[in-house]
């Protein structure tokens, strides 16, 4: 951050003027003297970048290392292009880092780096991602397009069976006319006056009282430090490099895949000259389903059984499983026993399946016993009947005192504690834990 300045003549010369800094000498990072050539510092960078890699140091070490790492990759950038090691020379590292802290802007991952550099790919110089001003979009500019990440929702029955999905997708690809040139075959691209060709410009933002440096892409070339006239633009694509073009894509969803899973389609993201295309990368949202809940591979379900089946039993289907198969099954197993309310069956082997496994996970059944409800109008005789059939009650109660009261058949638990001014309140936030307990608890 930079005390607001009125002076804005050159705000790269302020910028040099203002930052304090932390002196780094990058000579001696790079253990050379100043009056190296390019070749030396070239080779005592490879060196020092060998030995401070922080995967081929101890893991004590690796935090040390990974800074040094930094240190010398940031060296290496200034002093290796000659107008930055001329800055350097004169301003010191003011001249390059806001932070005051070597390589800390952000730069790309290690291993990019590494790979560029041993990976053969077109010498030392001009490496992209390490511009030496702070922040740069040079520095920034990946070598893989974005990714698309999207959410798709999917039902409970697909992530059960799998499913194949195509859809349309519209997506820039490489003007094929051109091959993402951008302008016509004999044709060359100007110069960008307003960057100078150099793809971005240095300003300060304001933030409160303060000036901060940031970087900007030039708007005028796109960040492409140079651009095709009128006349000697793509016919096709007008000089965008890229055009539109609509592809079915299909993607497939694994039986058992889970929420929060990942399906990837390679490279088939937007297109971007002279970088990989990214991924479409879609992440499964589980949607809530009227009959299963499902937890990892297990499922969960309510049947719904009869006093009559809860009390003698029964050999039916229970439930319409997420492929549409009926499940039967018989209760009791051995005669005489009485299914209660809340009691849970659990069907082993039934749950979800396993991606990538032929196992799968339980079927866990809670038993609601319907209770019949009005229209059912048994004679006396067969309440007597039924009296008679089922358990005796407890013995009574006995108490000193009795008295008869009345009551209301059909009272209901919100009114429990609302007139009260206090208890209210209390009430409704419980009432969702009472209600899970009731269930669980019969
Ligand atoms: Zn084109
Ligand atoms: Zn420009």
Redesign the pocket.
Known sequence: MFLLQSDKSCPLTNLIKLVSQVEVDLYEVLEITQGATKDEIRKAYRKAALASHPDKVPEGEREAAEIRFKAVQEAYDILYDEEKRQIYDTHGMGAFNGSGEPGMSGGPDLDDILAQMFGGMGGMGGMPGMGGMPGGPRAQRPRKSPNEEQKYEVKLEDLYKGKTVKFASTKNVICSLCQGKGGKERATAKK??????????QVLTRMGQFLTPSTVV??????????FSPKDKCKKCKGKKTTEEKKILEIYIPRGAREGDKIVLEGEADQVPGQEPGDIVFHLVEEDHPTFKRAGADLLATIDVTLAEALTGFHRVVIKHLDGRGIELQYPKTPGQVLSPGQVLKVSGEGMPIKRADVRGDLYLTVNIRFPDEKWQPSAEILENLKAMLPKPDPPIHADTVDEVDYDPKGNLDDFGSQDAQGGSAWEDEEEEGETAQCTTQ
């Open positions: 960008c006056s307003t960057c100078d060709g150099q793809g971005f410009k030039c708007s005028t070339c796109n960040g492409d430090g140079q651009f």
